[in-house]
């Protein structure tokens, strides 16, 4: 029965997700809806999880649709933080689609069922959780870019609408997603570091092989910009690059391997 | 208790009639009181007096007259003007004068929705005025009912004035303008005006170039900054983070080709420019280099006519808040008429204590202190938890048709009233 919370959570991310796109379209009062149904799918899908990691022997969501799964949580656990403050309450409009996108992905795969799983060790299970926290502040960190780029062209055409549909100040989603991304740089290194230390010669693959290139282009961006003042649409685009290798590319050497 | 208004505002008055009456709050709180103390008869006044607006709220306990007199001292005002004044002037009374003066409190009668000093206005006039119990929780009412207008919908929100959308879209691209630079480009009226905006919102004037550069440094004294000649502004430009230019020059002052240098060691740094000047000051290609963002007088009147669209219909929303506080003021005004009753019926409940407690005095005489105040308590509370829920129900009954009748009934049933006869 647990895994039907899936729907609930999917049908409010995905009324999110609409609602936000509406704000931008003028309708101001749906941005009250959107926080509401990310809350309420937050919800669902933290007691989908509670369920799994119930009836688990090990590390519930070692499979790729599994990981799917937590990911979107984060993701959504991460915009949350941000999220309730109505200044920045459209950094969902970013956000909330991808967490739609991968909670689908993880019900196709067959992530978001409740059974048990084959039991994993403690190691196995900190290295997933780590990787997916920093991947989903690479996504929430993207998310900001993003926004930093549309409210930029927002400024940029002079759209008149700017103050009735107030984003954050370009500065403040320049920082932030500096922010974010310095802490899914940090976790990410944790994991490359722990791996190394767990790593047999010659048993280096594509998947971890483009998970440190992902660590050194974030780890680039950041050094530039601390040390040069690369910021505002050149870091934007920096983040997003990062972030397109870590959706596409990833997935890709991850089944290749 | 009964409440009048008579006033005159923009929505009727012209500015010419409106100045006959217009009053400062000095004056405004000697009305007040001239108003409440005439004819001695508990009469309250709050007199409100700004540009938009002068209106004159009285309140009594008994109505005869209450509108004439408040009528009066409004055409009084006037004098020679009187009455060109009588046919646009508003007379209202009870729960409409009390709703309107919510909605005034909130910024929906003002000619920008939601203007934010309206509701200082009705502070200081209510500070200043001789309200008594019924004026005294109008007035906080409205307070109330103002600020909850501002607080839950964004109507006060979007600036109203260029000067104002200049400065909050650089808080768009700011993460806050504390300790900011601004560049003034002219020293005329419009920039110092657009300055002292930004300057209430933390930023810093650093540089105020004009071609004549005694005028730059008059301006720049008064605003802590220095004055320099038109040739030193790449330079102050490359520093600054906004730029209000308002020059009356033919052509373009800053352009593409001369800062386009200048800025490179920026690296993208956000940088506004604010182009007031007609014709424009600021080349618009500036908003091609990486960080920087041009506007000039249309765009802001264009950003100035959508945020007063949108106070438009957050105004839908504030008129909802202001509804529910005026119901909330006519049920408070309603529970008056059962309130006598309710105080005679509390005080005849105790006077029967006390006097049945003094009859048993002598059998009382061997009871330590102690169980004195025990028996004490006990009676009182007896005698409050039987008046309880008659006291709860009136109370209720009081904002329904059946107020009076129910007062009535308590009134015969507990003979209140007959024992003073």
Redesign the interface.
Same mark, same amino acid.
């Given at each position: 029965m647990a895994e039907l919370l899936v729907w609930p959570a999917l049908i409010a991310y995905g009324e999110a997700a609409f609602a936000y796109a509406g704000v931008m379209r003028g309708a101001?009062r749906l941005g009250r809806l959107g926080i509401w149904g990310v809350r309420i799918g937050w919800l669902a899908q933290t007691g989908l999880l509670v369920a799994q990691a119930l009836s688990s022997d090990g590390f519930a969501w070692r499979t790729w649709a599994g990981a799917l799964n937590f990911l979107a949580w984060l993701v959504v656990s991460g915009y949350l933080v941000w999220g309730c403050r109505p200044r920045y309450r459209l950094v969902g409009l970013a956000v909330m689609p991808v967490a739609v996108g991968l909670l689908a992905l993880a019900w196709a795969g067959g992530g978001t069922g409740v059974s048990e799983s084959d039991p994993g060790g403690w190691i196995l299970a900190a290295h997933a959780v780590l990787i997916l926290a920093a991947f989903a502040s690479f996504t929430i960190g993207a998310g900001a870019a993003l926004l930093y780029l549309l409210?930029e062209r927002r400024?940029?055409r @002079?759209d008149?609408? =700017?103050? +009735?549909l +107030? =984003?954050p100040?370009?500065?403040?989603l320049d +920082?932030m997603a500096a922010r974010i991304t310095l802490v899914g740089l940090a976790l990410l290194s944790l994991v490359v570091v722990a791996g190394l230390t767990q790593l047999d010669r010659g048993d280096v693959d594509a998947t971890m092989t483009v998970t440190v290139v992902v660590l050194a282009l974030y780890g680039l961006v950041l050094v530039v910009r601390r040390e040069?003042? =690369? @910021?505002? @649409? +050149?870091f934007a685009l920096g983040l997003l690059l990062g972030f397109t290798l870590v959706a596409i590319v990833l997935p890709i050497t991850h089944f290749a391997s | 208790m009964k409440l009048a208004l008579a006033g005159v505002s923009h929505h009727q008055a012209p500015l010419a009639l409106r100045e006959r009456v217009a009053i400062d709050l000095h004056a405004a709180a000697s009305l007040a009181r001239r108003l409440a103390s005439a004819d001695g008869d508990g009469c309250e006044a709050v007199v409100l007096s700004t540009c938009n607006r002068t209106e004159l709220y009285l309140a009594r306990p008994a109505d005869d007259g209450l509108t004439d007199r408040a009528d009066r001292a409004l055409l009084e005002l006037a004098g020679a003007d009187a009455a060109s004044l009588a046919p646009v002037a508003y007379r209202l009374t009870d729960e409409s004068a009390a709703l309107h003066l919510f909605r005034v409190a909130a910024g929906l009668d003002s000619m920008i929705p939601g203007e934010g000093e309206i509701l200082g206005q009705v502070r200081d006039a209510f500070t200043a005025g001789a309200p008594g119990p019924l004026l005294d929780r109008t007035f906080r009412m409205a307070l109330h009912a103002g600020r909850r207008a501002r607080v839950e919908t964004?109507i006060g929100e979007?600036?109203s004035s260029v000067p104002a959308?200049a400065a909050?879209?650089a808080?768009?691209? *700011?993460?806050g303008l504390a300790d900011r630079k601004v560049v003034l480009v002219g020293a005329g009226r419009t920039s110092e005006l657009t300055a002292r905006n930004l300057l209430s919102r933390g930023a810093v004037v650093s540089v105020v170039a004009n071609r004549s550069v005694e005028r730059a440094e008059r301006l720049a004294s008064t605003l802590g900054a220095r004055g320099v000649p038109l040739d030193q502004l790449p330079d102050a430009v490359a520093e600054a983070d906004v730029v209000v230019s308002s020059t009356s020059a033919p052509g373009l002052v800053l352009t593409h080709a001369e800062l386009s240098a200048a800025l490179r060691g920026r $690296?993208? $740094?956000?940088l506004l420019f604010v182009d007031l000047a007609v014709p424009r000051d600021i080349d618009p290609a500036l908003?091609e280099l #990486? %960080?920087c *963002?041009?506007?000039d007088i249309d #765009?802001l009147e264009?950003?100035v006519?959508?945020?007063l669209? %949108?106070r438009r219909?957050e105004a839908v929303e504030a008129e909802r808040i202001v509804s529910a506080e005026a119901e909330r003021f006519a049920s408070w005004r309603a529970s008056l008429v059962v309130v006598p009753v309710i105080t005679s019926l509390r005080a005849r409940a105790e006077v029967i204590r006390s006097a049945e407690l003094a009859r048993v005095e002598s059998r009382l005489e061997n009871l330590s202190e102690g169980e004195r105040a025990a028996v004490e308590a006990l009676t009182t509370q007896i005698v409050n938890k039987l008046l309880h829920l008659p006291t709860v129900r009136l109370k209720e009954a009081a904002v329904t048709a059946h107020g009076l009748h129910y007062a009535d009934v308590v009134r015969d049933l507990f003979g209140l009233g007959e024992e003073d006869e």
């Open positions: 101001d409210e400024l940029k @002079r008149a609408g =700017l103050l +009735r +107030r =984003l100040s370009l500065e403040a +920082r040069v003042g =690369l @910021r505002g @649409r +050149r | 964004a979007s600036p959308a909050a879209l808080e768009q691209v *700011f993460e $690296r993208g $740094r956000p908003a #990486d %960080g *963002f041009v506007y #765009d264009a950003v006519a959508s945020s669209a %949108g219909s």
